[in-house]
């Protein structure tokens, strides 16, 4: 593995339903390398969104820390956190969440509007990341001429926009079609490349999985299993990982 | 993408939402722009109405002359010559020594700013045909302009010099009509010939003041000896609300004194700033119904971009980009109900006195046409610039509460909102 980007010491959080605290991550430590593709299984309410909202700097700890490229975000403001999130990282959500009102070449430029990159710039880079995702004809499209796949790849091309440390993405494939999945899949692991983007992401599919190169399982908010790597980098018997960790 | 074309990108996105609460606007921005053009018009007709009907508005008097008030013509003192038998004489002799003010303050006076008109009278005693007679020396031009003391009713106006009107009682008293030629003097033995050109009615049959006439102001001057002198200026204000102002001009002039016929003039200015508050009052009313609608349509709008505002924060949105989203979009539903309405607010206000005109002839007929039964709205650039200012202040106002929210939400929660 090569350097930790991201790495969580002993993470906790708890949320109150009434006078009850529910812990929701319950010590996690996780170390994410640079250019890696981490896959998070887990059934749900295991605490695999609230892991990834906390990396992503929407929520905070209630003990623990999280370390991304050498940041303690802990030590942020909400405004300083509010940048983070812009500037370090990529958020891809499973129901796409583009904006309805903004087609697609608007909705890739939208980060970079909210950073202040010049108009002509952002346009370019948006362009660009449309082409990477082959989307390129699509790029005057609104969201609801779009295909599921066709959406959800415009949201990942959002999020490379600002050229981020780390993608979040939480059950990107869950509203896809198999097809649609593999798709994703494939423009992920050039954006990895092309990009030298690091993702993480929470999923429930074994297509997903198949296409990380390492996959945790959480479960009562612990990390309760890694995946083996094969000697080609590859996961080993990921259907097998995933219905364990599920089931 | 600023976020004013963002915000002009969810306007279009619910056009007939948006719609509606421009409307909403609209009704209060028109409604205000018409009823503040009512305002100013009836203002207008009131104070030319009040000019008609009261007397002058300001009394100037040379300050050491006995407090004179009211219309020009109700004294405060007690008459010297009553009670003093056969006094008639001694009361006209001791009125004619009363105090001169030069005459070309009256030039003066109606340079200042506010004044309607400024007319000089020379109030003196004389003898026409051998009969004592108060005798008014007047502007014909601006008289009837400044007071409504004097209302022919037989013959016509002065016109020139070495004409003559009397009171009813008068002409009766010496056999004289229109047409007739009369000696007016100094004395009851000299004096120069007169033709009578009309015949006044008075409001006091018996008295000594019963016994009047009107001639030219050079006349008066002539027969009294008071060259480029007068007694009394009688002032009238462009509007009843300047009259305090004016008076107060007046008085820092020195050796005159302004009185006011106060009461009337601050109870017509009562009357008028009456019901522009009223009309004012009822348009904002409609203007705050239309702004609850901006507020309604915003908070509607935020509870169902839930997820959308979550996205926003999550992607690096900062709490005033949110905020500066929503407000853009109220700002701009304000902008343009501000725009439409001032708009339709012209039409109407143009339209009403066509409308109204029918009603108003019978209803004017009935009170001597002086109250106004057609609706003349005057349109000022100060309503037009209020108005708009005012429909697009609200959209923004109504909309800091509902983008306050929005930028407030917490994106974990907003997030997981379906």
Redesign the interface.
């Known amino acids: 593995m090569s350097e930790a980007l991201v790495r969580t010491v002993d993470l906790k959080r708890q949320y109150k339903r009434g006078k009850f605290p529910v812990p929701a991550l319950n010590g996690v430590n996780l170390t994410v390398g640079k250019g890696e593709i981490l896959g998070i299984i887990g059934p749900s309410g295991s605490g695999k969104t609230t892991l990834l909202?906390l990396i992503?700097g929407?929520?905070r700890p209630t003990k623990g820390t999280v370390y991304v490229d050498g940041v303690e975000l802990d030590k942020l403001s909400d405004?300083e956190l509010?940048?983070y999130?812009?500037?370090k990282?990529?958020?891809v959500?499973q129901f796409y969440?583009l904006?309805?009102?903004?087609n697609s070449v608007?909705n890739v430029?939208?980060?970079m509007?909210?950073?202040k990159v010049p108009a002509a710039e952002q346009r370019e880079r948006a362009l660009n990341l449309l082409e990477a995702v082959g989307l390129e004809a699509r790029a005057d499209h609104m969201p609801d001429e779009l295909s599921g796949g066709e959406q959800q790849r415009v949201a990942v091309a959002?999020?490379l926009a600002?050229h981020p440390s780390v993608v979040l993405a939480d059950e990107p494939t869950g509203d896809l079609d198999s097809k649609s999945a593999k798709k994703l899949m494939e423009v992920m692991k050039s954006l990895r490349k092309e990009e030298h983007a690091t993702f993480i992401l929470v999923t429930h599919d074994p297509i997903v999985v198949a296409e990380c190169n390492r996959v945790c399982a959480v479960r009562d908010g612990k990390i309760t299993r890694e995946s083996r790597i094969g000697e080609d980098g590859k996961i080993l018997d990921s259907s097998r990982f995933v219905m364990d960790a599920l089931f | 993408?600023?976020s004013m074309s963002?915000a002009i990108?969810?306007l279009?996105?619910r056009k007939m939402r948006t719609a509606l609460t421009v409307s909403g606007i609209v009704v209060g921005v028109a409604m205000i722009l018409v009823l503040l053009s009512l305002a100013a018009g009836t203002s207008t007709q009131t104070s030319g109405l009040l000019r008609n009907v009261v007397g002058s508005e300001i009394t100037v008097v040379n300050s050491t002359t006995p407090s004179f008030s009211g219309g020009g013509f109700v004294f405060n003192g007690t008459f010297p010559g009553r009670g003093s038998g056969g006094g008639g004489g001694g009361f006209v002799t001791t009125f004619g020594a009363g105090n001169t003010i030069n005459e070309t303050l009256v030039n003066s006076i109606e340079n200042m700013s506010g004044v309607f008109v400024a007319s000089p009278q020379l109030s003196t005693s004389g003898y026409v045909d051998g009969g004592n007679v108060f005798l008014y020396g007047i502007d014909p031009s601006t008289y009837s302009q400044a007071t409504s003391d004097l209302t022919i009713t037989q013959g016509s106006d002065l016109s020139s010099n070495g004409q003559i009107l009397l009171n009813s009682v008068t002409a009766t008293n010496l056999g004289v009509t229109v047409g007739s030629q009369v000696t007016v003097g100094a004395n009851s033995t000299g004096g120069a010939k007169y033709t009578v050109v009309g015949i006044y009615s008075s409001g006091s049959t018996f008295g000594p003041l019963a016994r009047s006439g009107y001639i030219e102001l050079s006349d008066a001057q002539n027969i009294s000896g008071r060259e480029g002198l007068v007694t009394e200026i009688y002032v009238k204000a462009t509007d009843p609300s300047l009259v305090s102002q004016i008076a107060s001009g007046i008085d820092s002039i020195s050796g005159v004194t302004a009185n006011v016929a106060s009461t009337i003039a601050s109870s017509a200015t009562t009357l008028s700033n009456t019901m522009t508050t009223f009309f004012i009052v009822i348009g904002l009313v409609a203007l705050l119904a239309g702004a609850f609608g901006v507020i309604n349509t915003m908070m509607m709008s935020i509870g169902e971009r839930t997820?959308?505002i979550?996205?926003?924060?999550?992607?690096?949105?900062?709490?005033g980009?949110v905020m500066k989203m929503f407000l853009s979009e109220a700002f701009l539903i304000g902008l343009i109900g501000a725009i439409v309405g001032v708009l339709i607010g012209i039409v109407v206000s143009f339209a009403l006195p066509s409308l109204t005109g029918a009603a108003a002839s019978s209803g004017a007929r009935g009170l001597g046409g002086f109250i106004p039964g057609r609706l003349s709205p005057t349109l000022t650039s100060y309503n037009l610039v209020l108005s708009f200012a005012l429909g697009s202040l609200v959209g923004i106002a109504a909309g800091v509460y509902p983008a306050f929210r929005a930028s407030r939400m917490d994106?974990?929660e907003a997030?997981r909102h379906v």
């Open positions: 909202n992503g929407l929520d405004a509010t940048d999130r812009l500037r990282v990529g958020f959500f969440n904006i309805p009102t903004l608007e430029e939208l980060p509007a909210f950073a959002r999020a600002n | 993408m600023s963002i990108r969810n279009r996105h997820r959308e979550g996205t926003l924060r999550a992607i690096g949105a900062t709490k980009q994106p974990v997030l």
